[in-house]
């Protein structure tokens, strides 16, 4: 039975960060594949400075290809609006009954957990990685020892979509932090001018 890491985002734009950090997870924790999820649209973020589903895809897909153990995955492009969590897990683990899944997420989300959607069912049937983020506050304590959360010791990064994109309208040079062939795709398309 593979062991699949599941790492949910909207990439908008998939920069060296997210890449840091899966790759980390799949090289150093015992999951087999991570699975890079792009969610069409989060229930808690504005839409509008979201690219089509298809261009982020598209910069995953370029982003992950010389990484055989992480790889891009639509899924959610298909499943019923707004996105949860707990139903994506359910329809991958009938479509793929050979394959374990379990759920990567940054030290922040871990302190909302509590709030989201059926979130009891997702730690009955799923492990839940952690990678660790600066972040205020501490998550709720019933978190902090369970057998089903590991926290990996992922080097901490602090790089986010929103600063990038900020960056690109403001004519700076970000290309350091974004694999070459996305920065590529976006100066191509002239996104986020």
Do not use: C
């Not at 599941?6 to 015992?30: K, V």
């Not at 009955?124 to 983020?133: A, D, F, L």
């Amino acid at each position: 039975m593979k062991k699949i890491g599941l790492y949910f985002g909207t990439f908008n734009p998939i920069h060296i960060g997210h890449l840091a950090i899966a790759n980390y997870m799949a090289e150093f924790s015992d999951l087999d594949e991570l699975w890079m999820v792009v969610t069409p649209h989060n229930p808690h973020k504005k839409k509008n400075s979201l690219l089509d589903n298809h261009h982020r895809y598209e910069m995953v897909y370029r982003a992950t290809q010389s990484y055989p153990k992480l790889k891009p995955n639509d899924v959610e492009f298909k499943l019923p609006q707004p996105n949860y969590t707990v139903h994506t897990l359910a329809y991958l683990q009938e479509k793929h009954p050979q394959n374990q899944f379990h759920l990567i997420m940054g030290e922040d989300n871990l302190k909302s957990f509590h709030k989201w959607k059926n979130y009891e069912v997702i730690l009955e049937n799923h492990n839940i990685y952690v990678y660790p983020r600066i972040a205020e506050g501490i998550a709720e304590s019933q978190f902090t020892d369970h057998p089903k959360i590991h926290r990996i010791d992922a080097p901490i990064m602090e790089i986010s979509s929103t600063f990038i994109r900020k960056a690109i309208a403001d004519h700076k040079n970000i290309r350091p932090l974004l694999p070459e062939n996305v920065w590529e795709y976006i100066d191509e398309m002239n996104f986020y001018r």
